[in-house]
């Protein structure tokens, strides 16, 4: 089962480079969302989708672009990079029910120089 | 404001050692989840229990408990009888009609041997 599949597992950046993180699940899942983890602050949502051709903003989605496609694939695009987005990002989904509990990727380490 | 909080930051304890993780959580809503996520230092994020806020049956699984009471808006989880494999920061979180998960900053319990 391969369940939710974050890549790349690592990126260095420099500073104004893009590059877009790839999250693909085979759950069929309709929920999406991609958080980022930061020492000593939990993980923050930063976008998340309900279904195919629906997203909407989490809690830090400035920098961030997101779109879904597909059930299956919910890519996350830095537009810019930045120091400050130096973090681990994780992809989770679940069902569409907020009881669910989400399945969440292995996470993509970022570091933007 | 902070929807959950987790005021502890780090534990370390000696193995065989009860620890117990607290969480507090904020919500206006009548219906709500309550999840706990163990991530280990491979970094994973590994769902361990949801409890909806109808109800508030405590629960033991193994060497796991959960202490649920909406009168104090916490939801306390309880390692016994810790093992060195328990090593590993600790998130709780919270899950509104909105689907979007609001995690706590998470605790980093250190079981010596």
């Known amino acids: 089962n391969a369940g939710v599949t974050q890549t790349p597992k690592f990126q260095v950046l420099k500073t104004g480079q893009s590059m877009t993180l790839q999250c693909a699940q085979d759950?069929?899942?309709?929920?999406m969302s991609w958080y980022r983890q930061d020492p000593g602050m939990g993980l923050r949502l930063i976008h998340y989708s309900v279904g195919a051709g629906i997203t909407d903003q989490g809690e830090v989605p400035n920098g961030y672009n997101v779109s879904r496609s597909t059930t299956e694939d919910f890519p996350l695009r830095l537009l810019s990079a930045a120091p400050s987005q130096t973090s681990v990002y994780f992809c989770?989904?679940?069902?569409?029910?907020?009881?669910?509990?989400?399945?969440f990727g292995d996470g993509t380490r970022l570091s933007i120089l | 404001a902070q929807k959950v909080t987790q005021a502890q930051t780090e534990i370390s304890v000696v193995e065989k050692e009860d620890v117990t993780l607290d969480c507090v959580y904020e919500t206006r809503d009548t219906t709500y989840y309550l999840f706990w996520y163990k991530q280990p230092p491979s970094g994973e994020l590994v769902f361990l229990i949801r409890r909806n806020s109808f109800d508030e049956q405590n629960e033991i699984s193994g060497r796991y408990s959960w202490n649920f009471q909406k009168s104090t808006s916490s939801f306390n989880f309880t390692i016994t009888a810790s093992q060195v494999v328990d090593s590993a920061v600790y998130f709780c979180?919270?899950?509104?009609?909105?689907?979007?998960?609001?995690f706590g900053a998470g605790t980093t319990v250190t079981v010596r041997a």
């Open positions: 759950m069929n899942h309709e929920y």
């Open positions: 989770a989904s679940s069902w569409s029910n907020s009881n669910q509990p989400q399945h």
């Open positions: 979180a919270l899950s509104e009609g909105s689907r979007k998960l609001s």
